[in-house]
């Protein structure tokens, strides 16, 4: 089979992958993205609560260590960024609160910190202040270090908006690709795939959960990463406004976490302390969920077991967890020369802008002709969201597309519109749809909506509603149809 050539080959859409995409796609340079999924950002990025931190939430970062360079790299960027691909930012503030004195004394160093590193000067609150500004949080709270520049975004969002930019300048997409081998040359690495072959002169590795067996292949992996485990659950949209911003308590112990997270979306996420796992294991269990919610119960007791529609597990992937968590790998491999690895651990889709910035940088000082893409249009429209327009503009819509006056979740109000643009940019299967416009995504989770949008699936992408998944591969959401089935057995019978 002949060789697929491209200038530079970037392995995981993720939002590191996806972020250096759309950084290349500046420039007339051939690039090709590959994942694995049959859709972005469905890896480590998925698993993100979407917080976007200014480096200033933990005494770890600090100026000697490389990710937090990144992340204040990308202070200025995130915003602007999600303004152009119109994606939702959302500034809340943030809270680091502590239950005595001796925790206190920490927020108070870290406040100090935060000055003399020219990122703001939070102020502390005592209960009776913090109280005005979060009502409902727990009365044994002793006060809070209180964080104005703290936002969130849609981190799947985020994602899906910097691929589709970085087509529509260019790049090529190739999903459902997983990487199999890797043989670096002297002039360009030959990779081989599930879906073909390719040559690139430059490798970019952002591959997330599996980036240093990835990075195995071609023996370019000089640091040692473990894959350290978070639960996070869902908590359904009605809840919104029990919290005004993030929430969290300073943790007595390393890797400890307990948050309470507001999400564009309208959702409340919160979530427990971090363990080492074993990497692919995102399963879930009945200690984490009750542990978690007593956790985030403790924060804000009006939480309740029934206020709980979902929960996931995702993976950090981190270097040096026991200590802290200190550094990151974004850079040229240090043993195989046009080897570039990504990976960032926490936060790293905060840092993502800047890291991408970086590698585009590292690439050229390497020798890739950067010459600027005349045609680069940085802009991205999104998917119209009917639950937030006004009735004139829910009219105006309605009229030039009448398949937006047809709601088919009622949960989240998600239109028969908004899921045919769905899978017009992209979405194959029942998660592609609910992670664009969140049809399923509410409180009975697709029980409801899930079989017409089986059937809007079927009808747009020419299939049979049993041929239809819920993430691609074998996860077939019907094994048949009853009728047929019952036909079958009559014949037989």
């Known amino acids: 089979m002949p060789f697929t050539e491209t200038e530079v080959l970037i392995v995981g859409a993720g939002i590191l992958g996806a972020a250096t995409a759309r950084e290349l796609s500046r420039y007339k340079v051939d690039v090709t993205l590959v994942e694995k999924n049959v859709d972005v950002g469905w890896g480590i990025t998925k698993a993100n609560v979407g917080v976007v931190n200014q480096g200033k939430d933990t005494l770890e970062f600090r100026p000697e260590y490389h990710r937090s360079?990144?992340?204040?790299?990308?202070?200025?960027?995130?915003?602007?960024?999600?303004?152009?691909?119109?994606?939702?930012?959302?500034?809340?503030?943030?809270?680091?609160?502590?239950?005595?004195?001796?925790?206190?004394?920490?927020?108070?160093?870290?406040?100090?910190?935060?000055?003399?590193?020219?990122?703001?000067?939070?102020?502390?609150?005592?209960?009776?202040?913090?109280?005005?500004?979060?009502p409902h949080v727990s009365d044994k709270i002793l006060g809070g270090l209180h964080d104005p520049d703290i936002a969130v975004v849609n981190p799947v969002w985020l994602t899906q908006a910097l691929v589709e930019n970085a087509v529509h300048n260019g790049v090529h997409l190739k999903l459902g690709t997983e990487v199999l081998d890797i043989k670096p040359g002297h002039h360009w690495f030959e990779v081989r795939t599930t879906e073909g072959d390719f040559k690139a002169r430059y490798v970019i590795n952002a591959a997330g959960e599996w980036v240093d067996k990835v990075a195995a292949k071609v023996g370019a992996d000089d640091f040692v990463l473990f894959p350290v485990k978070g639960y996070v659950g869902v908590l359904d949209r009605r809840l919104e406004g029990l919290v005004n911003g993030l929430v969290s308590v300073l943790p007595e112990r390393p890797g400890e976490m307990n948050v309470i997270v507001p999400t564009v979306e309208g959702n409340l996420l919160f979530g427990i302390q971090l363990q080492i796992n074993r990497r692919g294991d995102h399963s879930t269990t009945a200690h984490m969920a009750r542990a978690a919610l007593e956790n985030a119960r403790k924060l804000v007791p009006e939480i309740s077991e029934k206020d709980v529609i979902n929960e996931f597990c995702g993976f950090l992937m981190l270097r040096n967890f026991e200590i802290g968590w200190h550094e990151c790998e974004v850079g040229m491999s240090r043993r195989v020369p046009r080897f570039v690895n990504m990976t960032i651990g926490y936060p790293g889709v905060s840092a993502s802008p800047g890291a991408a910035a970086e590698v585009v940088e590292v690439l050229q000082k390497d020798g890739l002709e950067l010459e600027p893409n005349p045609k680069f249009d940085p802009h991205r429209r999104g998917i119209p969201d009917f639950s937030r327009l006004s009735d004139r503009e829910r009219r105006e819509l309605i009229k030039k597309d009448p398949r937006y006056g047809h709601v088919i979740c009622r949960c989240e109000t998600v239109t028969e519109g908004e899921i045919v643009e769905a899978i017009r940019r992209g979405a194959t299967t029942l998660d592609g749809v609910k992670h664009r416009v969140r049809a399923g995504m509410g409180r009975c989770q697709g029980g409801f909506c899930g079989p017409r949008v089986t059937r809007i699936l079927a009808r747009e992408l020419g299939i049979s509603e049993t041929e239809v998944t819920k993430k691609g591969g074998d996860s077939a959401h019907l094994c048949c149809r009853v009728k047929e089935l019952l036909e079958e057995e009559r014949e037989s019978g």
């Open 69 to 134: 360079h990144l992340l204040w790299r990308s202070l200025s960027m995130m915003e602007p960024l999600c303004r152009e691909l119109d994606v939702p930012f959302r500034k809340v503030g943030g809270w680091e609160m502590c239950w005595d004195m001796k925790a206190k004394e920490k927020l108070d160093k870290l406040a100090r910190r935060t000055e003399s590193l020219g990122l703001g000067k939070d102020r502390f609150y005592w209960y009776p202040e913090l109280k005005e500004m979060e």
